[in-house]
């Protein structure tokens, strides 16, 4: 197993799996040093709390995938299907608590204000996560960039305004399915689906961030949803370290100064742990 830094010019030959002690001890000196820390997350850091993933074994949804549900073609063809299948999504989100990676994550940004987190899920834990941390000014710093909207919050197929709901959905029939309380048109879920842009401000701020990090750090995702994939690439063009945790290679590993193969819950909290050395504080 070989992983090399950077430096020196060497070719890059990311450490391959598992994730070794010197493969995590480098990680974690790379994340203690850097200026700034982009953290990007997908399904895979919630996986250990219990939220289905997209496109693993339990990712498919009465033999239909979830790319023929997230769009706004299958919600005007069908809105109480779609309903019907986020209505299950955030009852079974709503059992699930934030796991050691989403509170280590959460730390991170609330210790040092240089890293931000900025996710492509929509089950809410990483701000559950910041809700845990002491109240003051640098919790902010701990709320995620939801990339892809929030599974609790709906928006206005008219109007489009936008309000938070926790309350359970009734989706078994298409009168039961919520109405806007201003204009009485449907609401739909505040997501961003597929074929949909995302909204342009988040999209800005995210890249921005990931080309002025030192260090992009990848947590359970596929990286085959765009544009959320290039952010890891921004990185690395900009100079960057890439460094992966996932429990399978991604599109990601190849440019990825580590990758550390296992669950995020065991590998993450070792990978950003608070102590920086004395001088740099
Ligand atoms: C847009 C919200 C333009 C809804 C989601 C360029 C190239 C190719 C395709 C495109 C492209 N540009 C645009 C596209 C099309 C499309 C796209 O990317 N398609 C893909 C599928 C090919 N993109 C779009 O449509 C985007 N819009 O580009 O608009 C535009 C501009 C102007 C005007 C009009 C249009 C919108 C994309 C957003 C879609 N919405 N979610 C909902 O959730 O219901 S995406 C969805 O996938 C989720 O958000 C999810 O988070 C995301 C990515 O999946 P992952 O998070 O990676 O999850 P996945 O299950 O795939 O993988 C889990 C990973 O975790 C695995 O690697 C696994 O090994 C690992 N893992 C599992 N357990 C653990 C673990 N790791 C660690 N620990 C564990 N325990
Ligand atoms: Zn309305």
Excluded at 129 to 152: C, D, K, Q, W, Y
């Amino acid at each position: 197993m070989g992983g090399t830094r950077r430096e020196g010019g060497r070719p890059l030959t990311p450490d391959r799996p598992p994730a070794t002690d010197q493969a995590l001890f480098r990680a974690r000196a790379h994340v203690r040093d850097a200026e700034s820390i982009l953290v990007l997350t997908g399904a895979g850091v919630s996986a250990d709390s219990g939220v289905p993933t997209f496109r693993g074994p339990g990712g498919l949804w009465k033999q239909r995938r979830p790319e023929e549900l997230a769009t706004p073609e299958a919600f005007s063809r069908d809105p109480r299907l779609v309903w019907e299948w986020y209505a299950w999504r955030q009852e079974r989100i709503r059992a699930c608590v934030p796991n050691a990676a989403h509170l280590a994550l959460a730390r991170l940004a609330w210790g040092h204000g240089r890293a931000r987190i900025v996710t492509q899920n929509i089950d809410g834990l990483h701000a559950d996560a910041a809700a845990t941390l002491p109240v003051s000014g640098a919790r902010g710093n701990a709320m995620p960039l939801e990339l892809h909207g929030s599974i609790f919050r709906v928006r206005c197929t008219s109007c489009a305004s936008r309000t938070a709901r926790r309350e359970p959905i009734d989706a078994t029939s298409v009168e039961s399915l919520p109405t806007c309380p201003s204009c009485g048109e449907l609401l739909r879920p505040d997501v961003v689906w597929f074929g949909e842009p995302l909204e342009p401000a988040a999209l800005t701020e995210a890249f921005e961030l990931a080309a002025a990090a030192d260090v992009c750090l990848v947590v359970g995702t596929s990286a085959v949803v765009h544009p959320a994939a290039r952010l890891a690439t921004t990185t690395r063009a900009a100079g960057g370290h890439v460094i992966e945790v996932n429990r399978e290679e991604t599109p990601i590993t190849s440019i990825a100064s580590i990758s550390l193969r296992g669950s995020a819950v065991e590998v993450v909290p070792g990978v950003v742990s608070e102590r920086r050395t004395a001088n740099s504080e």
